[in-house]
């Protein structure tokens, strides 16, 4: 279940990273830029990771990482948060540094835009506490610069994404938000360049997302084949959510190894979620919705 957000001090602002799952995502063609072009439907959990900010005068930029999924994660330069972080910080050209803490509540390199989210957040959370004059063109190009999900989770609404992840469209969808949604992750980490090297090159069709009956009839992910060769986990965690009772779809998201599923209700959610534990203790799990734009 997701840790509680406890009031912060005055001088604190706090933005949560919120989890990104792909509903759907088709990928179109390798590009020649090395890239692959894909369509794919971004929703965003009411939950994540959550990331603090304070002022520092001295213009220095400090990271501390806590939280259930902090081992082994770098707070050097190479780091999301910090990548972000120096990127706004040139780009504005000021002086003015921050004391950053981030509490990891998400799984890494699983599928669900965790360091994208992170650095998203970093971007929205310095804007505020810089009180940056920068327009929305202007962040999502550098967030662009720091990863191809990270311009969708900037915003951090539901959205079409193409491109390589630089084309982004708002998509309401009737009855998707609020929808509750179970993440399910087996502990195990995928390298995102593995699975789409494991792709089979081959164009299965676009992706159309005018209803959630679309969505969930004809939507797919092309990457759950390749991944599923790396982790047979995936297999095991799309087995055990499908057939449950109030279930819509559960797919993979993203290049894994999170899976979600979608419930008519949140009492369904929750027997599913307690039965999923029970079996499997192991894997983690959390329990959100589909946020609101």
């Given at each position: 279940?997701?840790?509680?957000?406890?009031?912060?001090?005055?001088?604190?602002?706090?933005?949560?990273a919120?989890?990104?799952?792909?509903?759907?995502?088709?990928?179109?063609?390798?590009?020649?830029?090395?890239?692959?072009?894909?369509?794919?439907?971004?929703?965003?959990a009411e939950?994540?990771?959550?990331?603090?900010?304070?002022?520092?005068?001295?213009?220095?930029?400090?990271?501390?990482?806590?939280?259930?999924?902090?081992?082994?994660?770098?707070?050097?330069?190479?780091?999301?948060?910090m990548?972000?972080?120096?990127?706004?910080?040139?780009?504005?050209?000021?002086?003015?540094?921050?004391?950053?803490?981030?509490?990891?509540?998400?799984?890494?390199?699983?599928?669900?835009?965790?360091?994208?989210?992170?650095?998203?957040?970093?971007?929205?959370?310095?804007?505020?506490?810089?009180?940056?004059?920068?327009?929305?063109?202007e962040?999502?190009?550098?967030?662009?610069?720091l990863?191809?999900?990270?311009?969708?989770?900037?915003?951090?609404?539901?959205?079409?994404?193409?491109?390589?992840?630089?084309?982004?469209?708002?998509?309401?969808?009737?009855?998707?938000?609020?929808?509750?949604?179970?993440?399910?992750n087996?502990?195990?980490?995928?390298?995102?360049?593995?699975?789409f090297?494991?792709?089979?090159?081959?164009?299965?069709?676009?992706?159309?997302?005018?209803?959630?009956?679309?969505?969930?009839?004809?939507g797919?992910?092309?990457?759950?084949?390749?991944?599923?060769?790396?982790?047979?986990a995936?297999?095991?965690?799309?087995?055990?959510?499908?057939?449950?009772?109030?279930?819509?779809?559960?797919?993979?998201?993203?290049?894994?190894?999170?899976?979600?599923?979608?419930?008519?209700?949140?009492?369904?959610?929750?027997?599913?979620?307690?039965?999923?534990?029970?079996?499997?203790?192991?894997?983690?799990?959390?329990?959100?919705?589909?946020?609101?734009?």
């Amino acid at each position: 279940m997701p840790l509680p957000d406890l009031e912060a001090p005055a001088d604190l602002l706090v933005e949560t990273a919120y989890a990104k799952v792909n509903l759907a995502l088709h990928v179109r063609a390798r590009r020649d830029d090395g890239y692959h072009a894909f369509e794919s439907l971004f929703v965003f959990a009411e939950h994540g990771d959550r990331l603090e900010g304070q002022a520092d005068a001295d213009g220095a930029i400090d990271l501390v990482i806590d939280g259930p999924f902090a081992a082994g994660l770098d707070t050097g330069s190479g780091n999301l948060v910090m990548r972000a972080a120096k990127a706004l910080q040139d780009y504005l050209g000021t002086e003015r540094g921050a004391r950053l803490r981030l509490t990891k509540r998400l799984p890494v390199a699983s599928g669900i835009g965790g360091g994208s989210a992170d650095a998203a957040a970093t971007l929205r959370l310095l804007a505020r506490l810089w009180d940056a004059r920068i327009d929305a063109g202007e962040l999502a190009g550098l967030a662009l610069d720091l990863g191809s999900d990270v311009p969708a989770c900037v915003p951090s609404v539901t959205q079409m994404v193409s491109g390589r992840g630089e084309h982004l469209a708002r998509h309401g969808v009737a009855g998707l938000e609020g929808l509750p949604m179970l993440l399910v992750n087996p502990g195990v980490a995928v390298s995102t360049a593995a699975v789409f090297s494991g792709w089979d090159g081959q164009d299965h069709g676009p992706l159309s997302a005018d209803s959630l009956d679309q969505l969930i009839g004809a939507g797919r992910n092309d990457l759950e084949r390749p991944a599923m060769a790396l982790a047979p986990a995936i297999a095991d965690i799309l087995a055990a959510l499908r057939g449950r009772a109030g279930l819509k779809v559960a797919r993979m998201s993203g290049s894994g190894a999170t899976c979600f599923a979608l419930f008519d209700d949140d009492a369904a959610m929750g027997r599913a979620a307690d039965a999923i534990r029970a079996e499997r203790p192991d894997w983690w799990t959390m329990e959100t919705r589909i946020r609101s734009a």
